[in-house]
């Protein structure tokens, strides 16, 4: 039975709003998942998303996100860690996970998973990000994103959507560290997948074949996910560098020290 207390509101960090995005856009053929963590205030039933962890996928399916106990564990493990670090009580929120060209709302299989975690921790929420939708009146790629809960009807579950809000915040270096995983993440997943396939096969031609298709997917992560990555990344720092040299000559006018 999933409490009827739900959640009334959602503040989502922007840097893990940014990594979200940024992770759904990754890939265009598969759903990409991960778990959201922070606090919450229990009494006003507030949650107070700031960090997050991106996860490996084990099942490619098209559609199909699913999170193990093992990574529910390490998640857990990381806001602990962010615990003694921030000195804030974090824990893990919610989850979140990509619909690559279709409808940001939550499918029946959704709202089911979302009630399950709701029996454990009524507090829980789920984010989708939509991405790859493309406008007909434009043709420019539209991103959307829903905050949802699961609500009990009896014989099914539906989804009831809560109120989001994505609140300004500097990059903190936990978030960038998520980032830097996309690549590594995305080439595992590959790499994993290639030798499940070969495993059993002993001709030369086929196994040519496989690694060839490997190292051409391994090249498209490079050149679609790294290197726009790093790219974007310098673009950062560079104009992190030019504010920074603008406040210190602004501080000097004025004769601070
Ligand atoms: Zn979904």
């Not at 995005?21 to 598969?30: C, D, G």
């Not at 990381?78 to 619909?99: I, N």
């Not at 099914?156 to 936990?174: A, G, H, M, T, V």
């Not at 391994?218 to 990344?233: D, N």
Request: charged share 25%.
């Amino acid at each position: 039975m999933v409490s009827e207390n739900y959640l009334k509101k959602v503040n989502l960090s922007a840097d893990v709003y940014s990594v979200c995005i940024q992770h759904a856009l990754t890939t265009e053929k598969q759903e990409i998942m991960g778990l959201l963590i922070g606090e919450v205030n229990e009494e006003e039933r507030v949650s107070n998303i700031s960090a997050c962890v991106i996860l490996h996928r084990s099942d490619k399916q098209p559609d199909r996100v699913e999170i193990s106990p093992e990574q529910l564990c390490t998640a857990s493990m990381h806001a602990d860690q962010l615990t003694k670090k921030l000195c804030k009580p974090m824990r893990v929120l919610g989850w979140y996970h990509s619909h690559p060209h279709i409808t940001v709302w939550p499918s029946h299989v959704d709202i089911r998973t979302q009630a399950m975690y709701q029996t454990m921790d009524p507090m829980f929420v789920g984010l989708i990000f939509s991405v790859f939708q493309s406008d007909t009146n434009n043709s420019k790629n539209q991103i959307q994103v829903t905050c949802f809960q699961a609500h009990d009807k009896g014989s099914d579950f539906e989804r009831k959507e809560i109120d989001l809000s994505i609140i300004p915040s500097p990059f903190q270096k936990y978030n960038l560290e998520e980032i830097a995983k996309f690549s590594k993440i995305l080439s595992q997943e590959e790499v994993e997948c290639g030798d499940s396939k070969v495993n059993d096969i002993h001709d030369e031609l086929c196994t040519l074949h496989n690694d060839a298709f490997k190292t051409l997917t391994l090249v498209h992560i490079v050149s679609k996910v790294t290197r726009p990555l790093c790219e974007s990344l310098e673009e950062r720092k560079q104009i992190i560098y030019l504010l920074t040299k603008e406040l210190e000559h602004i501080k000097l006018e004025l004769g601070g020290d």
